[in-house]
């Protein structure tokens, strides 16, 4: 496997920390951020590397070597003049294998990249941009996504948002055959989002992966603070999916957004201002944030499956205005109770994901590997107590939206909390007195 690091970058908003150095080499805890990536690499098993360098690329070089020195085998590619982010693949095209990695060598991360190329092999797409949600999607390029994972349309910063399209950003980091390449030209600037990602996505080739694992651009000084902050405890290191990840499941309707009955439309929702804190609290944390929500509006032919679709990124966006996000969101859309006159037929069916049935828990689980035994559900009703008593997991019942009147079933929780903020401190403080889980 080879990785091609687009390190030619110069760091125009950081510019009081890379006025002489390439942004590669900006240093987080006395190392450059490039070198995290590197060992990250080693670690995965991909120990060939081409280092595309432009400005100020002779420090690089006399930093890296060949990568002996990392446990790597090293080449470089120096540009005269910048050719975008994907000139210089028209270069590398003749010798590079049928497949590769490309990356930015200005992000902080921590990734499994066998997980990463195990989802490209097992997709029928030629292109697997790295998604995930982070704390600024209005500042950012957004993807969306259809049910099956492939990307329908990318939205960029610079056009206008008329309408909610989630929070899901392209990481910077992107698995590729060598054939997306094939309308490149030598010598001419080319853009990766632009002129390989998106005639993929025009071809319908391109499946997104979706990671909770740690990757952050550092392009302004806040979030330069906040990255050297979370290398500085761990967690860019603890997202890395090959050791076990602790998740906060969550319940939608009466947890996040204000209880209204069965919500139907984007402007019903509301979200109280503690939920906001909770959920920083919690992007800030080693735990994930999963919402598991039953949503029988489609089956009872309240609303269409775009609709809910809708509300949901209506619900992530909403989030994103406010810096922070849930890592992934899944909803069960049947309903058993068959028979009435407006249903839907394709959705009155029994399920094994409406809760407290624990298919949904069950694949967030295998898809982020997570630790039911560290990990945590909560939610206003019984039904969402009952759902993480089933699962394995420790239980919070909330005193919003129904605040467990709903009387489905005899489950106590484990703990009780006034409202989400309360339950993710109560949590925190829980977590803090007991010690790591044992099986990292
Ligand atoms: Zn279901």
Request: charged share 25%.
């Amino acid at each position: 496997m080879h990785a091609v690091i687009l390190a030619g970058g110069k760091g125009t908003r950081l510019a009081e920390v890379t006025t002489d150095i390439p942004k590669p080499l900006v240093p987080v805890l006395g190392r450059p951020v490039l070198e995290y990536q590197v060992e990250n690499l080693r670690r995965s098993g991909i120990t060939e590397m081409t280092l595309v360098v432009g400005y100020l690329g002779q420090q690089i070089k006399n930093h890296f070597g060949d990568g002996e020195e990392f446990g790597v085998r090293i080449g470089y590619f120096t540009e005269d003049r910048p050719l975008g982010t994907a000139g210089c693949l028209a270069w590398l095209r003749d010798w590079l294998p049928d497949r590769f990695v490309t990356l930015y060598g200005d992000l902080m991360m921590d990734l499994s990249f066998a997980r990463l190329l195990a989802f490209h092999d097992r997709h029928p797409g030629r292109c697997t941009p790295a998604v995930h949600p982070n704390n600024h999607p209005y500042d950012s390029d957004l993807l969306v996504l259809d049910r099956s994972g492939a990307v329908r349309q990318i939205v960029r910063k610079s056009e206008p948002r008329d309408r909610p399209y989630g929070n899901c950003v392209n990481a910077g980091i992107c698995v590729l055959d060598r054939a997306t390449l094939d309308t490149l030209r030598p010598g001419v600037v080319h853009d990766l989002e632009r002129d390989v990602i998106e005639p993929a996505v025009q071809r319908g080739e391109a499946y997104a992966y979706r990671t909770t694992e740690y990757v952050k651009d550092m392009g302004t000084p806040q979030r330069y603070a906040q990255v050297i902050r979370h290398v500085a405890d761990g967690l860019v290191a603890a997202r890395n999916l090959t050791r076990w990840q602790k998740a906060i499941f969550l319940d939608r309707d009466g947890t996040l957004n204000r209880y209204v009955g069965l919500l139907s439309r984007p402007e019903q929702l509301y979200i109280p201002d503690e939920v906001y804190a909770a959920l920083a609290a919690i992007n800030e944390s080693s735990f994930l944030a999963i919402v598991v929500s039953n949503q029988p509006v489609v089956a009872r032919n309240l609303c269409t499956l775009d609709e809910l679709d809708e509300i949901n990124r209506r619900l992530e966006t909403m989030l994103g205005e406010r810096h922070v996000y849930i890592d992934d969101l899944l909803c069960c859309l049947h309903h058993p109770d068959q028979g009435y006159p407006e249903e839907n037929p394709d959705y009155k069916m029994a399920c094994d994901c409406r809760k407290p049935r624990t298919a949904l828990v069950d694949r967030a689980v295998e898809a982020y590997h997570i630790d039911p035994g560290a990990s945590y559900f909560v939610g206003d009703t019984t039904t969402d107590i009952q759902t993480g008593r089933n699962a394995g997991l420790r239980t919070v019942l909330l005193k919003t939206g129904l605040a467990g009147r709903d009387g489905k079933y005899d489950a106590t929780a484990d703990l009780c909390a006034d409202n989400l903020f309360d339950a993710v401190t109560a949590i925190l403080a829980e977590t803090g007195r007991r010690p790591a889980p044992a099986h990292v």
